[in-house]
C-alpha cells in the first residue's frame, strides 16, 4: 500500500510539477508565454526546449506554417476555431449573384503573435480572418464581371483580393502568401 501510495506521489511530482518547468515548442511553431507579473511576453519562444516558471507562467503554441483557409461548400460553421468558411455570396458588377469557393494561404508574423495573443486573442479566425474575407471578397466582386472571374481576369481578381485583405491583415500580425479561387458559380436563383 504504501509503495503504491509512493508511485503516486512520484508520478504527480513528475507529471505536474517537473513539466511544469519545460516548454517544448515543436518545429513549424513558437510559444507565447503569458507571466503573471508581467502579462503576454513580447518575445516568442522558438523551436526547441525552454524553461518556464511552473505555476506563474503559462505557455500557448501558435502555428507559424502556411495556414490554408479554405471556402468549400463541406466546410462546418459550428466549429469556430476552423481554417475556412463556407462559400461566400457576392454579386458581380453586371448584377450576376454569385459564390465563391477557393483557399486563402495565410501565415502569423513571429513578431506580432504576442499582440494577435493579447489584443485579439486565439480566436482571431473567428473575430478577424473569417468576417473580413467575407466583406473584402463581396467589395471586390462588385468591380469585375461575372466573365472576368471565369475568364482571362481571373489572376487580376486573385491579386485584388490578395491586395485587399493583406492591406487589413498586415497590420494585425497576419500576412496573406495567396490567394486561390477553385470555382466561382452563379448562385440558386442568380441569372
Not at 22 to 30: A, I, L
Not at 61 to 88: C, H, I, W
Not at 168 to 175: S, V
Request: glycine share 8%; charged share 25%; net charge positive.
Amino acid at each position: 500500500m504504501e509503495e503504491s501510495l509512493d508511485r503516486m506521489m512520484y508520478s504527480f511530482v513528475v507529471e505536474d510539477v517537473l513539466k511544469g518547468f519545460f516548454v517544448y515548442v515543436p518545429p513549424g511553431y513558437v510559444a507565447c508565454v503569458y507571466d503573471l507579473g508581467r502579462g503576454v511576453l513580447k518575445k516568442c519562444l522558438l523551436p526547441g526546449l525552454h524553461f518556464k516558471v511552473p505555476f506563474w507562467q503559462r505557455a500557448k503554441l501558435f502555428n507559424t506554417q502556411t495556414l490554408e483557409y479554405r471556402l468549400s461548400k463541406d466546410f462546418n460553421l459550428k466549429n469556430v476555431r476552423a481554417m475556412g468558411d463556407t462559400p461566400v455570396s457576392a454579386v458581380t458588377m453586371d448584377g450576376k449573384a454569385v459564390t465563391i469557393e477557393g483557399t486563402l494561404l495565410l501565415r502569423l508574423d513571429v513578431t506580432q503573435i504576442p499582440n494577435i495573443w493579447q489584443n485579439i486573442g486565439e480566436d482571431f479566425v473567428d473575430k478577424i480572418v473569417r468576417p473580413t474575407v467575407r466583406s473584402r471578397l463581396r467589395m471586390i466582386a462588385t468591380r469585375f464581371t461575372y466573365a472576368d472571374f471565369v475568364g482571362n481576369q481571373r489572376d487580376s481578381v486573385e491579386e485584388q483580393i490578395k491586395n485587399e485583405l493583406e492591406r487589413i491583415f498586415y497590420p494585425r500580425g497576419i500576412r496573406v502568401e495567396n490567394v486561390l479561387l477553385s470555382e466561382v458559380g452563379k448562385a440558386r436563383g442568380g441569372e
